[in-house]
């Protein structure tokens, strides 16, 4: 069995929490709209979503750890605090799934992006491969509000977090203690040469700039941008090779029934 792990950020940490609640709504939404039933979904939390997503497989574990007291003039430093924030609602959503379910590999999913239907089937059909696990090298970027999202055709574990399927013993590899918390959802070598596999298609759907993601804000997106105005032969370059790795999809009915997907209003 694959069980799902959801962090969820505090309403203290959130721009608009009604709305982010809508975010871990859908996410949890296209979670639960996996081909095989054969799955569980533990979300930890400080404060329950104000309109939660209920559903028997589904498990809310509330911690009662600090919220992380941000500077907000360190970007740096506050990404760092978020993340550890985000690294040990990981590992209590870890405990609970080990003490009340019979699990096989673990997935992380960041709490405001969508995810493939059939990753449970796929990983289900494969446990007795004794394979470490996967990492998803191609998926989508989407931007709230968008009609198409773009596919990023290699290193999407390098940019999201939503991005590794992993066995149960080996689990605690991805989580950094040092120099601070880390979920480290770029690793894809273990130790005893152990090496996670690419994930055969694009698997999930990152939501960029919904005002809520911590590390791609619009402030960012708008940077990025603004690094590409001037049409010299290495910008040229650039683009070009922005066309050839990100490839635009139409969110049209066969997309959405993918990844259980539907716009926030």
């Given at each position: 069995m694959i069980c799902f792990l959801v962090p969820v950020k505090s309403e203290k940490l959130s721009s608009d929490w009604d709305i982010f609640s809508e975010l871990v709504k859908r996410s949890l939404k296209s979670i639960n709209g996996q081909k095989d039933k054969d799955f569980?979904?533990?979300?930890?939390?400080?404060?329950?979503?104000?309109n939660k997503f209920d559903h028997p497989q589904v498990h809310y574990v509330q911690v009662d750890f600090d919220i992380p007291q941000l500077t907000n003039e360190d970007?740096?430093?506050?990404?760092?605090?978020?993340?550890?924030?985000?690294?040990r609602k990981i590992q209590v959503a870890y405990d609970y799934a080990?003490?009340?379910?019979?699990?096989d590999y673990f997935m992380?999913?960041?709490?405001?992006?969508?995810?493939?239907?059939?990753?449970?089937?796929?990983?289900n059909s494969r446990i007795k491969n004794n394979i470490p696990g996967w990492y998803v090298n191609k998926g989508y970027f989407y931007t709230e509000g968008s009609k198409f999202a773009f596919m990023i055709r290699s290193n999407f574990n390098l940019r999201c977090g939503t991005c590794i399927i992993i066995k149960k013993e080996l689990f605690k590899q991805v989580l950094q203690q040092e120099p601070y918390l880390y979920y480290v959802h770029e690793?894809?070598?273990?130790d005893d040469n152990l090496l996670l596999l690419p994930y055969p298609k694009p698997a999930a759907l990152y939501s960029m700039a919904n005002g809520e993601n911590h590390y791609m804000s619009q402030s960012k997106m708008m940077?990025?941008?603004?690094?590409?105005?001037?049409?010299?032969v290495g910008h040229i370059k650039?683009?070009?090779s922005k066309l050839t790795r990100y490839r635009p999809r139409f969110i049209g009915g066969r997309f959405r029934k993918t990844f259980n997907f539907y716009k926030i209003s």
């Open positions: 569980q979904i533990v979300v930890a939390c400080h404060e329950l979503p104000s970007w740096e430093k506050d990404r760092q605090l978020k993340e550890g924030d985000k690294a080990i003490e009340n379910f019979n699990v992380v999913v960041d709490s405001d992006d969508c995810i493939d239907n059939g990753i449970s089937k796929y990983v690793k894809i070598e273990l940077n990025l941008i603004n690094q590409t105005k001037l049409f010299t650039s683009v070009y």
